[in-house]
DNA sequence: GCGATGCTTCGGCTATCATCGAACTATGAA
DNA sequence: TTCATAGTTCGATGATAGCCGAAGCATCGC
């Protein structure tokens, strides 16, 4: 089973640790669950096993990350049922509220600027929302290219859709996945309008207070609020 | 963790029990899981303390029931991810492709005709997709009281919505939920169009062969394929 | 009242599994 | 070659938690 997988709390801390989308090494993947190597190297199997994680072999280093990005929304969704329940255990830190305003689901912006972003995307008709999919117009395609300098035709990848709704545990909304949210997601970091917090393990991005004008510039700081 | 609570073997058969949006009561959840029902009331306390199931007592019978769509919804996407991963560990049965076709999401229809459904009803103008919600239109109205005697003033619920996508872990689409969803999937079966498969704690919905044309006539057979 | 049914609590048994120490393999550096 | 680092496998230990038998409350039917 799956869950069970995800259950054990040394396993839950590695995947929270691989949420933001980078591939960790098996070392630094226990020293985040706080295990020793070997207990670490047991569940890393079982994890590959479980098909949640796949390994890169480099040098002397192996490195795991998520299969994709569907394992991370499940993850996400275990969270928001944690959430709903109450459920303080642990772990409830005095970051909460930063990692509702934003914070890294696998690649990319997530939270109540992540929401806002894809909100203002659609309302400026940048995106263009057909059944479950989003998909780039025109216009949108001179946007990104001019205000984050991202070139649409590099975008295409052939696991991943360029763009993808993700379902957002604290805000119950979509933001905006696939290549382009983690293109995106990217550039903010490039250009210095925000980095993912340097506590490890942390998921909370910062904007810097350049780049909260930036993004409320782009994408509608106080007007858009419903 | 919520995780953990579905990593139990009992647990997760008596959750699976519940996904068709049916209140069980604690010795047919017992039944369910092939324990005692000594066992399974640890279980159920422990569930309802974790958020996942809430109780309804009745007379001497203890009726529980999952607490909303979102958990049937995180519980689809550990199924998907199990799936994925060729995680065939028992419980593989014959009846797989059927599942595939038409099954119970909690109390709606999902699977290949669920995703086919709402496809159609986008695309008839029956409803009409803002943000992540979906809403009825005028001609949704009327549609659904002349073909399928369906009162839309009558699917107002105070803690759920009328219209909701659901993402449907076999399909990756997304199919229609809400009380209208749940409306329908009852109508289905009252016309005796379709029927859940008699198995207990299966999911798998038969369709009859008249349900079956009365459905395509409604909903389009073979035409929209894509 | 009495018994029967549905469900819960308590206590003890047992098995599973996470954990770590120690030893082994493989890559990289000197 | 020799040493160091990254990672794995093996074996033993220990704690968590599922499980059931027995007993205790409720509710229903007679």
Redo the contacts between chains.
């Keep these: 089973?799956?869950?069970?997988?995800?259950?054990?709390?040394a396993r839950?801390n590695m995947l929270t640790a691989l949420m933001d989308g980078r591939a960790l090494t098996a070392s630094e993947l226990a020293h985040q669950a706080g295990i020793t190597p070997q207990t670490a190297s047991s569940h890393l199997s079982k994890l590959e096993t479980?098909?949640?994680i796949e390994p890169e072999k480099q040098g002397r280093h192996r490195y795991y990350r998520l299969t994709g990005p569907?394992?991370a929304?499940?993850l996400e969704?275990?969270a928001?049922?944690?959430e709903?329940?109450?459920?303080t255990?642990v772990r409830t830190g005095p970051k909460e509220p930063a990692l509702r305003r934003a914070r890294i689901c696998y690649d990319h912006l997530a939270g109540d600027l992540g929401v806002q972003m894809l909100?203002s995307m659609?309302k400026q008709k940048l995106v263009r929302?057909t059944?479950?999919a989003i998909e780039l117009t025109g216009e949108g395609k001179r946007f990104i290219a001019e205000a984050l300098q991202i070139d649409a035709d590099m975008l295409a990848h052939p696991r991943r859709p360029v763009c993808k709704?993700c379902?957002d545990w604290s805000e119950r909304?979509?933001h905006l996945a696939g290549t382009l949210g983690a293109a995106v997601m990217n550039r903010f970091t490039e250009l210095n309008w925000a980095a993912r917090d340097p506590a490890p393990g942390s998921r909370v991005v910062n904007f810097t207070r350049t780049g909260e004008k930036r993004f409320a510039a782009l994408f509608g700081g106080s007007e858009a609020h419903s």
Tied chains: 1, 2.
Aim: hydrophobic share 40%; charged share 20%; aromatic share 0%.
């Design positions: 089973m799956v869950a069970s997988l995800v259950g054990d709390p839950a479980g098909g949640l569907d394992v929304g499940v969704g275990l928001g049922l944690a709903r329940a109450g459920h255990r909100d659609r929302q059944k479950q709704a379902l909304r979509h």
